[in-house]
């Protein structure tokens, strides 16, 4: 191979670089070159420069694109177990002990922080949710009962409390089993609002809150799937409340012991210092009982005495008489004999609100702002505990444990034994809401992954029947075909709903569409917050508004919606499918407006108007600083008075050099004072060529 030429004459500019010939290289041009004479005489040989054959990377080759639901390597950055001594190891031990046991307290006040925020809500919005049922011209309507179904969990934050209240009317006649089906599928959807709140708590990273919310969406979006196909199928057919019919009439089932509390006995003994209800008061609003609506829902009275008595008493008439013979008139007045009840309260509540005169209203607001921060703090700390603990060879094992599938041909096997694991995990503690709350830090970091998150949802939801099912079954005699009936309903709708969107994988879009969403909002991190509200709030209230108008006023505003909605799900099909059956200007959304294909004009709004909050408070944050510092002397360079300073970030742009020093070797020859270390310090980022090296 020749030598490399000199590069005294080349210029940075040129496409050709001429070099002066040697006198044993200028016998003859070569192919490819031309010859030329300088002034002197001397025969230039003009050359093209050739690709390097250097040993040094000069071409950045392209990197792969990384997939972002991969799961992340938890890697282990302490110190190795064998690079320990003794005293090391020990220390090693005691301070994994004291971690879980760290774990097992958080995780036990991050339950009873769900717990009393469901009470909170209940205090806030309970007596309106129970409001919701007296209306039974609305209710015969399913997809109001539907909605109201929704309102009604979310408003409460417990889908055991809304069933009971639907059992409870259903026992009492005031509501058919078939208009109470719509509300147990709307109360399946307002259940899952608690873990996708949950995920918002990740929201500082943007890959594990991509993961967190899309593991908790998952959820949503099988519930509003299975409602979508469900709702008019059973409006048409009726076929659950067939079904249910039929497995309680063919068994006869006898009243059972009362369900087993295996959660409520560790977590109620603190949540009971907190708080207590009255949960009877939300049965008797839901039955129009004018009697308790003044009646605060919070529980004073814990021990009472209940007597009955029989007692002289006068009514109108003798026909108004409990019995002839224990008739009599006295004068003017009929006297007869009745069993009067009297109550005697013993013994109060011990919580902290029980002397307190407060509002319910007031009580639920202190409690919803405690039990958040409690459950912020809670998740943060869990995620970090699990952060230091899962990493190395620990990770390894769990991650390769929970998301490895059985070898072939039985890896099918494998989703279905994961939902066998989440209903026993859900019947275990006995909430859907807490058993998936706590899987979705496990998701945010990567250690569960959204495609075997999905089957242990699908568990929890079976697993959260069948604790309805054991309640069902202690019921009294009057009320146990309803309430059976009811939980039998929610079971089979759970598996109705795994039936159509998990056996084949083709059906398993709640996993994509929970991809999609976590992706988004990953990007746009106020979306989530957009579409909690819209799902769980305004799309309820707007359904249920217009259902107070009639049939007529929803059907004409819901139609044109909905036929919107058709033709861009089957453009959008089209659109990547094939395109070719589309005209040129429909193979795109170039034709709409920037905002309305696109949330990029959106997010520059709300970044705009969230920028001028904290311009607000941060000139608030000023005079605090100034403030400080003019209490503590410190001088106004210090940390303090800095922390409100506007500081622009000057971006490093790559500078593309010019092609003749694209070869590192030829840059320290040619470029004159030009050293490896000023390029370093110069912060410029050498851009390799691919045309002339």
Request: net charge neutral; hydrophobic share 45%; charged share 15%.
């Amino acid at each position: 191979m020749a030598p490399w030429p000199e590069l005294e004459n080349a210029q940075p500019t040129s496409e050709k670089h001429t070099v002066k010939a040697d006198g044993d290289q200028s016998a003859k041009p070569e192919k490819g070159k031309e010859t030329e004479k300088d002034d002197t005489g001397a025969p230039i040989t003009k050359i093209e420069l050739v690709p390097s054959h250097s040993t040094a990377a000069l071409i950045e080759e392209p990197t792969e694109v990384e997939d972002p639901w991969d799961l992340p390597e938890l890697k282990d950055t302490g110190i190795k177990w064998s690079e320990r001594d003794t005293k090391g190891k020990i220390l090693c031990v005691f301070q994994g002990i004291g971690k879980f046991i760290l774990l097992l307290v958080f995780l036990y006040f991050f339950v009873c922080s769900l717990d009393v925020l469901s009470s909170a809500f209940q205090l806030v919005g309970g007596k309106v949710a129970g409001k919701f049922f007296n209306n039974n011209s609305i209710m015969s309507n399913p997809l109001a009962g539907m909605v109201i179904g929704v309102l009604v969990t979310v408003l409460v934050q417990s889908s055991s409390t809304s069933t009971s209240i639907v059992v409870s009317m259903v026992a009492s006649s005031l509501l058919p089993v078939n208009a109470a089906i719509p509300i147990i599928m709307g109360a399946n959807i307002g259940t899952s609002i608690t873990n996708t709140i949950v995920a918002l708590m990740q929201a500082g990273d943007r890959k594990e809150f991509r993961r967190a919310f899309a593991g908790a969406t998952v959820h949503d979006f099988f519930n509003w799937l299975s409602v979508l196909v469900l709702l008019p199928l059973e409006a048409a057919t009726g076929y659950l409340e067939r079904l249910t019919n039929l497995v309680v009439e063919s068994f006869h089932f006898k009243n059972g012991e009362e369900a087993p509390e295996l959660l409520k006995v560790i977590t109620d003994p603190f949540t009971k210092l907190i708080i207590q209800l009255d949960k009877s008061i939300l049965n008797q609003i839901a039955m129009n009982d004018e009697s308790v609506q003044n009646k605060s829902m919070i529980k004073i009275w814990c021990k009472t005495f209940t007597n009955v008595t029989e007692r002289n008493v006068t009514v109108p008439s003798p026909e108004n008489c409990t019995s002839p013979s224990l008739c009599w008139t006295d004068g003017l007045y009929t006297w007869t004999i009745k069993n009067v009840t009297y109550k005697e309260n013993i013994a109060k509540c011990r919580h902290i609100f029980v002397n307190f005169n407060l509002s319910d209203a007031v009580v639920g607001v202190i409690l919803l702002i405690t039990s958040l921060l409690i459950l912020c703090t809670c998740l943060i700390l869990i995620v970090k505990l699990l952060g230091s603990v899962l990493r190395g060879q620990v990770a390894a094992v769990i991650k390769k444990t929970i998301n490895t599938d059985f070898p072939y041909p039985f890896g099918w096997v494998t989703g279905y034994l994961a939902i066998l694991v989440g209903a026993g995990m859900t019947f275990i503690v006995q909430s859907s809401s807490v058993f998936t709350s706590a899987m979705t830090p496990l998701i945010g970091i990567g250690v569960i992954s959204v495609e075997r998150a999905y089957p242990l949802t699908l568990g929890a939801n079976i697993g959260t029947t069948t604790t309805a099912i054991l309640a069902a079954l202690a019921s009294p005699g009057n009320t146990l075909k309803s309430s059976l009936q009811i939980a039998l309903c929610h079971f089979f709708f759970n598996i109705s709903g795994i039936i159509l969107w998990y056996p084949i994988p083709f059906t398993r879009l709640p996993i994509r569409l929970a991809k999609g969403l976590g992706s988004v909002s990953a990007k746009y991190r106020w979306f989530a917050i957009v579409y909690l509200i819209i799902f769980f709030l305004l799309i309820p209230l707007g359904v249920f508004g217009l259902s107070l108008l009639g049939w007529p006023v929803l059907v004409g505003v819901a139609s044109p919606i909905i036929l919107v909605i058709l033709l861009v799900v089957v453009l959008k099909i089209l659109q990547s499918c094939c395109p070719g059956f589309l005209p040129q200007k429909l193979r795109s959304w170039d034709f709409l407006p920037l905002w309305m294909r696109s949330l990029e004009p959106w997010d520059k709004l709300i970044t705009s108007l969230t920028s001028c909050f904290q311009r607000r408070c941060c000139c608030c944050c000023r005079v605090c600083c100034r403030v400080c510092c003019g209490l503590c002397g410190c001088s106004r360079c210090c940390r303090c008075s800095k922390c409100c300073e506007d500081l622009e970030e000057v971006k490093d742009e790559p500078v593309k050099s010019p092609e003749a020093f694209d070869n590192l070797a030829m840059d320290k020859e040619a470029q004159d004072g030009v050293t490896k270390s000023e390029v370093e310090a110069s912060g410029t980022k050498i851009v390799s060529s691919v045309t002339a090296l």
